[in-house]
């Protein structure tokens, strides 16, 4: 069994940054590893993913440039680095684990978070 534990949310000013972590237990050693976020009354989005063993990272438009997914294989953590913040980033963000190898869909990870709250000021 996987779990996934998430932090690092809050709230911060249009252009500001966060980093967010992601503790997970179990065996997620050739997982993908994902975050996601969703915002009021709109679907859940892929923001970024990880492969545990290769290093590859992918990342949505949206964020490309100003997130970076990074994971710390000894902590058994991922994180992701927000900078450059907008007000649209406004989500709750998940982390997410897939047995797939490339996973930028929700529907095809296995286990998720709980989810921690980012909210960005104007």
């Known amino acids: 069994q996987v779990q996934l534990v998430e932090s690092g949310g809050g709230l911060v000013q249009a252009g500001g940054s966060l980093r967010l972590s992601c503790a997970a237990s179990g065996r997620t050693f050739s997982y993908t590893m994902g975050w996601f976020r969703q915002a009021p009354g709109k679907e859940r989005e892929f923001v970024a993913a990880?492969?545990?063993?290769?290093?590859?990272?992918y990342y949505a438009d949206s964020v490309k440039g100003r997130f970076t997914i990074s994971s710390d294989n000894a902590k058994n953590t991922v994180y992701l680095q927000m900078n450059s913040l907008k007000p649209e980033d406004t989500a709750v963000y998940y982390c997410?684990?897939?047995?797939?190898?490339?996973?930028?869909?929700?529907?095809?990870?296995?286990?998720w978070g709980q989810g921690t709250q980012v909210t960005v000021s104007s």
């Open positions: 997410a684990a897939s047995r797939n190898s490339i996973a930028r869909v929700a529907s095809l990870y296995d286990y």
């Open positions: 990880i492969g545990w063993i290769s290093g590859t990272t």
